[in-house]
């Protein structure tokens, strides 16, 4: 099984700029995608941001245009890039490896806050 520790989440302000971190154990990360997924207090995770392992890239609505996801297969590590940020972005942002319904595979892991605040 795969798991994953997210970091770099935190208090910006309307406007800024934050990256965020993933490191994932296993194989099944180095042949599956990855993504990036939140999910705000009392509502459903949805899947946000998507990388295969050839680095095609695809985002949800509410973020393209704003958030780059990139990965780093010698480190197994997935990031992040999240710039004009918004308050409707506050919530708790996790990674995991998905199938190409966008299902996750991995365990779940702690994820990181990312609040978004003047």
């Known amino acids: 099984q795969v798991q994953f520790v997210e970091s770099g989440g935190g208090l910006v302000q309307p406007g800024g700029s934050l990256r965020l971190s993933c490191v994932a154990s296993?194989?099944?990360?180095?042949?599956?995608?990855m993504a990036w997924h939140r999910q705000v207090s009392g509502k459903q995770r949805e899947l946000i941001a998507k990388?295969?392992?050839?680095?095609?890239?695809n985002y949800a609505d509410s973020v393209k245009g704003r958030f780059i996801i990139s990965r780093d297969h010698a480190k197994n590590e997935v990031y992040l890039q999240m710039n004009s940020l918004k308050p409707e972005d506050t919530a708790v942002y996790y990674c995991?490896?998905?199938?190409?319904?966008?299902?996750?595979?991995?365990?779940w892991g702690q994820g990181t806050q990312v609040t978004v605040s003047s």
């Open positions: 990388i295969t392992k050839d680095n095609s890239t």
């Open positions: 995991n490896v998905v199938n190409s319904l966008g299902v996750a595979l991995g365990i």
């Open positions: 296993g194989s099944m990360s180095k042949i599956f995608s």
